[in-house]
């Protein structure tokens, strides 16, 4: 075991200096907070451009989170959102990458990109979930590198960097115009409008519209616009028109146009276009305003031009050739007189009227003069069959008075006029009413009631139920009578008078015949039927009254040679044909078919008033007029069947006077007798009316 | 033994005249240069110990700056993006009511890092200088710095795995955001730091 040694002297060298004892560690320090500065650096020179927008409101931007979009992608994030100095709006800050800030122009569009539900649409949806974003809209312009933006309160319907052409149209209200409405184009989408905005003046509404690239190149100065939005009706002479535009159209509004003439040239950005109402009228529009050789002419009318305005067609053999322009008044003295005369400023377009579109407008003239020569005059025209208003027709006249085309040095050529023959439909229509109310017809009828309201009396006068009573005072007058000789020739003139009767049936039933040819007059005949059936049962009747009387005589003979038996016997005999004669099928038919005859007169005089639509009275006036030769004929017969009733009243007047006698049968026949002479008469007016004038029953002129 | 009594003089193997194996515990005589049994370098001191706890501190501080500074965590959720840094994470959380979850966040992300940085730094400078703490405590602190460093990576490895697990498209999306990077290397840098001390240091200036 040794003593423990000392330990070994530890000999250090020279102390190394500091920066030689440096350990390569120190590398790692020091690349980390290379690396760190760099990152930062990076970031820090990344975090782009702080931009500037003011916003009315900033709803839903959040600082950090709400991102700045172009064509949808982000291209930065809001910083912070702090209110402008006066508090009037807010201001977004924004960071921009610097790739976009630096071709930022000083216009470029921003908007809050919400989730919004329009009549066109849903956009903006995925904000729903993810927050609203900002999105830019701007063409790049290099270097611009503005900071300091105008913000938009909602998104605008045209973004800057579309193409198209930016037009403006001009209307006289706003009320179907709304923002975003579609512009169709053949039931294309092609473009939309923005916010309808006031004229400063306060009259009329302006809207800047635009249309998508490429189809703008379809608008040209020769483009109408007009409202296609809601519904549009029209009632024409053709009918009921119902137009109605897409579903969309008729909610926001729309508007459509067209090139309605060739030859428009290129609009520049920014052309102001009138909005018309309807496609009619934006078509009607061209006429004169775009043709640059239409031919101005002036008519001079010496009747009310009411119902002629300007922008009425002016049309030739139907086909619209121009329209009026302008209507004034001008005083001409003629012969010291002083007249106001009317005069309607006219332009006619020359391709209407086949000469060829870019004709001059001398050899327009010199047509039109030499039309004139060959009896071409203006005259005025209804429009339409109930139209009000009025048109200027160039009507070819045969027979009109020479004149010419007046061609003056300072004014437009003057055509000459005629006179219109306006046809006053609706008065003409009443008048044809109240004509065929004034029609002796419901006289006639009148006078048939009454006298089938007589025969009835006379059939149902209880006088004659009870004649046994009132038989003693006839056989005494009868007795008499009877002796006479005037009583022995009564059968004869009575057989003579039945026979007539029956003639006048005859011809009332050739008159039946006629009246059955036409439908509108069917009724007429129907009527014409019961007063034959009428006249018929009187015959029949009548004819039994001879038999009566033949009866009263013998029974009267008899009573004054035999017994009372014999007498009664043949009494009751007389009762039995009286009975017979009451009970007769045609007596008792009476009241049927004079009910029959009224509701058939009553359907013929509605059907009258109903056939009097136009309509069927143009269907019918064809046939009309073939019924109206019949009518004719058929009322050569009616004066010579009044006549003959005549006569035949007369006698039989003459008859029954035989008989002197104050018995209520004899009155009754009598004013029977009378009222069938009135019917009679009746029928002579009537036949005198319609041969006056056969039209009358169908025109009732 | 007739100094029982008192505390025992710690006799380094330097003050034995022989050198230990920072490996395996095994002395050799001086001039050995590697480990007879375990076969490690073998030196009685690192000279560069101290410098490259300094260098490897610095660097790990370095990156800590940015690990604070920006995101650690992106979350995108329904379109909606949230960047998170570690301290705000902790406040969400707060506001959130999950005070444990922040707690331990808290003291994972921010109050083991620094109290890194602040142990490590002291006991670098205690080698140099004469401190108040005896060599025992701060061997003690030593052991507790080392062995708790690993500790603060749970961090990363919450977003880590947050990152891998949450890839719900549209839905839910987390990605980890620069200062995971920086975060995990500035663990990793306070932990080399800490390996390159030589703690042998504590006792030399102990024994003077």
């Known amino acids: 075991m040794s003593d423990p040694r000392p330990a070994e002297m530890e000999i250090e060298g020279p102390k190394r200096s500091v920066w030689r004892n440096l350990s390569l560690v120190w590398l790692v320090p020091f690349a980390a907070l290379a690396v760190t500065l760099f990152i930062a650096w990076q970031s820090w020179a990344e975090r782009g451009t702080r931009i500037e927008i003011r916003f009315e409101n900033a709803a839903g931007v959040v600082p950090d989170e709400t991102a700045i979009r172009y064509r949808d992608v982000s291209v930065g994030f809001v910083e912070d959102v702090e209110f402008s100095s006066d508090l009037a709006s807010v201001l977004v800050h924004a960071r921009i990458d610097n790739t976009v800030a630096g071709s930022l122009p000083a216009d470029a569009q921003f908007w809050v990109v919400r989730p919004e539900v329009s009549a066109s649409g849903i ?29 938009l309160n909602e998104t605008p319907l045209v973004k800057p960097g579309m193409k198209g052409t930016r037009i403006v149209l001009r209307a006289s209200d706003g009320t179907m115009l709304t923002a975003g409405a579609p512009i169709f184009h053949q039931g294309i989408e092609v473009g939309r409008i923005e916010t309808p905005r006031l004229l400063d003046s306060g009259k009329g509404v302006i809207v800047d519209a635009f249309i998508d690239a490429p189809n703008d190149r379809r608008i040209t100065t020769a483009t109408r616009f007009w409202d296609t939005s809601g519904f549009d009706v029209n009632v024409g002479p053709s009918g009921i028109n119902l137009s109605v535009g897409s579903v969309a159209a008729l909610i926001r509004g729309g508007i459509a146009f067209d090139t309605v003439f060739s030859g428009g040239s290129p609009v520049p950005s920014r052309y102001v276009f009138d909005l018309f109402g309807d496609e ?5 529009s061209v006429f004169s305003e775009s043709i640059d050789n239409a031919v101005d002419l002036v008519v001079e009318f010496d009747e009310s031009v009411r119902g002629l305005e300007a922008g009425s067609p002016v049309t030739y053999r139907g086909l619209k050739v121009g329209s009026v322009m302008a209507l004034g008044a001008f005083i001409e003295e003629v012969q010291g007189q002083q007249r106001v005369k009317l005069r309607a400023s006219i332009s006619i377009d020359p391709r209407a009227l086949g000469l060829s579109p870019d004709a001059p407008q001398a050899q327009t003239i010199a047509f039109l003069a030499e039309a004139v020569q060959n009896g071409l005059r203006a005259r005025l025209a209804a429009e339409g069959l109930f139209s009000q208003a009025l048109m200027v027709e160039l009507a070819e006249i045969p027979d009109a008075a020479p004149a010419a085309l007046g061609i003056f040095d300072t004014e437009a050529p003057v055509i000459p006029s005629v006179a219109s023959d306006l046809p006053d439909v609706a008065a003409t229509a009443e008048g044809l009413f109240q004509r065929i109310d004034n029609l002796p017809v419901e006289e006639l009828m009148d006078q048939a009631i009454a006298t089938l309201a007589s025969i009835e009396n ?59 040819l036409v439908e509108t007059l069917e009724s007429a005949s129907a009527a014409t039927d019961t007063v034959s059936a009428v006249a018929d049962a009187f015959s029949e009747a009548t004819g039994e009254v001879p038999d009566l009387i033949s009866d009263l005589r013998g029974l009267t003979a008899k009573a004054n040679e035999m017994e009372l038996d014999a007498f009664i016997e043949k009494a009751t005999a007389l009762l039995d044909s009286a009975d017979r004669l009451i009970d ?42 073939d019924a109206a030769a019949a009518i004719e004929e058929a009322a050569q017969s009616l004066p010579r069947l009044s006549t003959r ?51 009358s029953l169908l025109f009732g002129r | 033994m007739e100094n029982a009594g008192s505390a025992p003089r710690v006799l380094t193997a330097k003050a034995a005249g022989l050198v230990g194996c920072t490996q395996c515990g095994r002395v050799h005589a001086p001039g050995v240069a590697l480990c007879s049994r375990c076969g490690a370098a073998i030196s009685s001191r690192d000279g560069t110990s101290v410098q490259r706890v300094w260098a490897w501190l610095f660097a790990g501080l370095v990156v800590y700056i940015p690990a604070n500074l920006y995101p650690m965590l992106r979350t995108t ?8 840094t570690i301290f705000g994470g902790v406040v969400d959380l707060i506001h959130h009511g999950s005070y444990g979850v922040a707690t331990i966040v808290f003291v994972a992300s921010i109050v083991i890092p620094v109290s890194k940085f602040i142990a490590i730094a002291y006991l670098a400078l205690s080698v140099e200088r004469k401190v108040s703490l005896s060599a025992h405590r701060r061997h003690v602190l030593y052991e507790v710095v080392e062995f708790i460093g690993r500790w603060s990576m749970i961090d990363v490895f919450v977003v880590a795995i947050l990152s891998s697990l949450v890839q719900l498209d549209f ?20 932990m080399v730091s800490a390996q390159s001390f030589d703690s042998r240091l504590i006792w030399d200036a102990d024994g003077e």
């Not at chain 1, 927050?131 to 290099?142: K, L, S």
């Not at chain 1, 005494?476 to 004869?492: F, H, K, N, S, V």
């Not at chain 1, 009222?675 to 006056?692: M, N």
């Not at chain 2, 959720?77 to 998170?84: A, E, I, P, R, V």
């Open chain 1, 123 to 151: 956009s903006g949806l995925s904000t729903v979930l993810s927050g609203v974003y900002i999105e830019a809209a701007f063409e790049p312009q290099t270097g611009a590198g503005a900071t300091a933006f105008e913000g």
């Open chain 1, 645 to 695: 009733i005549e006569r035949l009243v007369a006698e039989a007047e003459t008859a029954l006077q035989g008989y002197g006698a104050n018995s209520s049968f004899n009155r009754e026949t009598v004013a029977a007798l009378r009222d069938v002479r009135e019917a009679a008469a009746a029928l002579t007016k009537l036949a005198r009316a319609i041969e006056r004038n056969p039209n």
């Open chain 1, 584 to 625: 007769s099928d045609a007596a008792r038919g009476l009241p049927g078919s004079l009910s029959e005859m009224l509701d058939e007169a009553r359907a013929a005089l509605a059907e009258l008033r109903e056939g009097g639509v136009v309509e069927s009275t143009n269907a019918t006036l064809a046939s009309a007029r």
């Open chain 1, 458 to 516: 006379l059939a149902g006068d209880e006088n004659l139920r009870s004649a046994p009573g009132a038989f003693t005072a006839l056989l005494d007058d009868a007795r008499g009578l009877i002796g006479g000789e005037a009583a022995q020739a009564l059968p004869g003139e009575l057989t003579a008078a039945v026979s007539e009767l029956r003639g006048i049936a005859e011809d009332l039933r050739r008159a039946d015949m006629v009246g059955k």
């Open chain 1, 280 to 284: 009619a009228s934006a078509r009607d």
């Open chain 2, 171 to 190: 839905a839910a999306q987390i990605n980890p955001g620069i200062a995971a990077v920086s975060f995990a290397l500035s663990v990793a840098f306070t």
């Open chain 2, 77 to 84: 959720l329904l379109g909606k993006t949230t960047d998170s």
